[in-house]
């Protein structure tokens, strides 16, 4: 099929080619020229500043689409790297995501229009001045064997040998569920009888959709080291109790292990059932952590009264408004947090949200969302005994496999935003806010040195971050307190405050 595709793409952009050479001498004075020319001669200074405010638009919805979040990272110290954390772009909340992204996306266009006629300008003021008639061949020459080269190159980068990550060892992914259904509402909610497909909470077909690119993105980029096919001695997948995150996994699982042709145990069903390991909810110590811990229960609500006496009587009055307008009774972010929630998610399935959201469902408020997720590690203690289990399993699997115990290439843990929040803190970016998309990822690498010697097994971790979905283009993270190459021994002893020795033990004295 990509074979297929490649040579069609071929074929299109010679015939293209061909056809514009043709078309520019036949039409010097085409519609688009005339416009070039009466918008320079009419106001060039305005011209040109168009395309740049185009160029300057386009480079502000790449780093959106790369997970850049230059909003929340307003008026919070870190490194540039966690900037590229914090989702998607908090200006396009201002007056609702929906709202403020299509206004972009017309002015955009707009301004496209333009671009293309500069583009049209540029490509006849080069034929007319460079390929005349009597150099009319030797030009088309060039061009088509230029077409042939890039096409070859094309063919090489689309079949060419992969990308070659045989120096991994062993990788671990903390991934967030897809896109789901609210789990709760408020009193004053217009679609408060609003009939969720597979209710409340559910994995929508949506999120079903984004967790299988997922699954396609981690094959193609780790295929040398995971194996084609399925076996519980290479691979081994966790998830949280909750039912969206054990059908994101199958769903991961469904475009990671397609199975082979004859494999199939239904003739014609390109899926293969694989094992997804889950921990009941008030038993979990290690993705959500619900298991009843006395020394985190009372952190939190020391959290929630220092939260209360930083902000002050400012924050007491946004509860109030929030408090009137929905009818429940909102007295701390992660109420706050409950609500935005539930208002992205309607409008995000284009429900109309009511007068009143568009004064709080904004920036503000999706900070206020991150501060809440970052509530539950606010300090040591609670870093440690929500985030260090898991980095403790990580870490314990690298050594195994570092030891020549764990023979286990991949580790996939389908679990929550606030999952990825309490490990990434606890790894040491606690001076920034993250609010973790969809689909999300937070990848562990293991991988061999490139300048180790003979019989000196050394082996670095390198941690890398996806927060969008549409794009795959992961952010590789500088560990706080571990210089590059980031060697495991050298990590262990940066996280040995955030790794617990006895996690039962250790909440209770």
Not at 127 to 153: D, E, H, N, Y
Not at 241 to 267: H, K, V
Not at 305 to 329: D, P
Not at 444 to 450: A, H, Y
Request: glycine share 6%; charged share 25%.
């Amino acid at each position: 099929m990509q074979k297929q595709l490649t040579l069609v793409l071929f074929i299109f952009a010679t015939v293209t080619v061909i056809t514009v050479i043709d078309s520019i001498e036949a039409a010097p004075f085409s519609p688009e020229r005339q416009l070039y020319l009466d918008q320079l001669e009419e106001d060039p200074q305005s011209f040109y500043e168009l395309i740049a405010q185009y160029n300057k638009l386009k480079e502000l919805e790449n780093k959106r689409a790369y997970g850049l979040d230059f909003g929340l990272s307003r008026g919070f110290s870190g490194s540039q790297t966690a900037k590229h954390l914090m989702g998607m772009a908090a200006a396009n909340y201002a007056n609702g995501p929906g709202r403020r992204r299509r206004s972009e996306q017309a002015t955009c266009q707009n301004i496209l229009k333009c671009q293309k006629i500069t583009i049209m300008e540029f490509t006849r003021s080069f034929w007319v001045q460079s390929c005349s008639s009597g150099r009319r061949g030797v030009c088309s020459t060039v061009i088509i064997l230029g077409l042939l080269i890039s096409s070859a190159l094309l063919a090489y980068t689309a079949f060419g040998p992969k990308k070659d990550n045989r120096s991994i060892r062993q990788i671990a992914i903390i991934f967030r569920h897809g896109d789901r259904n609210p789990t709760e509402t408020y009193p004053n909610d217009p679609y408060l009888d609003y009939s969720w497909e597979d209710g409340w909470g559910a994995l929508t077909k949506e999120g079903m959709m984004q967790l299988y690119e997922l699954g396609d993105w981690i094959r193609s980029e780790y295929d040398q080291i995971i194996g084609a096919k399925y076996d519980s001695s290479s691979a081994f997948i966790r998830s949280s109790y909750a039912d969206r995150c054990i059908m994101s996994a199958q769903a991961l699982l469904a475009a990671l292990y397609r199975p082979e042709p004859g494999d199939n145990f239904i003739e014609n069903l390109p899926w293969r059932p694989v094992p997804v390991h889950s921990i009941p909810r008030d038993f979990d110590k290690l993705i959500t952590v619900k298991y009843r811990c006395p020394k985190l229960e009372y952190a939190l609500k020391e959290a929630y009264v220092n939260e209360s006496i930083k902000t002050g009587k400012q924050i007491a009055s946004y509860f109030n408004e929030l408090s009137y307008y929905t009818g429940k009774k909102i007295s701390t972010i992660t109420d706050v947090e409950f609500l935005y929630n539930t208002l992205e998610i309607e409008a995000n399935h284009g429900l109309e949200l009511p007068e009143w959201t568009k004064k709080f469902y904004n920036e503000e408020m999706r900070r206020i969302a991150a501060r809440s997720l970052a509530l539950f590690t606010s300090n040591t203690l609670q870093q440690r005994l929500r985030g260090g289990p898991l980095l403790k399993e990580i870490t314990n699997n690298m050594m195994s496999a570092r030891n020549g115990h764990d023979k286990i290439k991949l580790y996939l843990y389908s679990a929550h935003d606030i999952t990825l929040v309490n490990v990434l803190r606890a790894m040491g970016f606690t001076n920034e806010l993250f609010k973790p998309d969809y689909g999300a990822a937070l990848i562990f690498e293991l991988v061999l040195s490139e300048y180790v010697e003979e019989n000196n097994l050394e082996l670095n971790v390198k941690v890398k971050y996806l927060n969008n979905t549409e794009i795959y283009e992961p952010t590789t993270l500088e560990i706080p307190h571990c210089k590059e190459p980031c060697k495991l021994v050298d990590l262990l002893r940066v996280w040995k405050d955030v790794l617990p020795v006895d996690w039962d033990s250790e909440c209770v004295n």
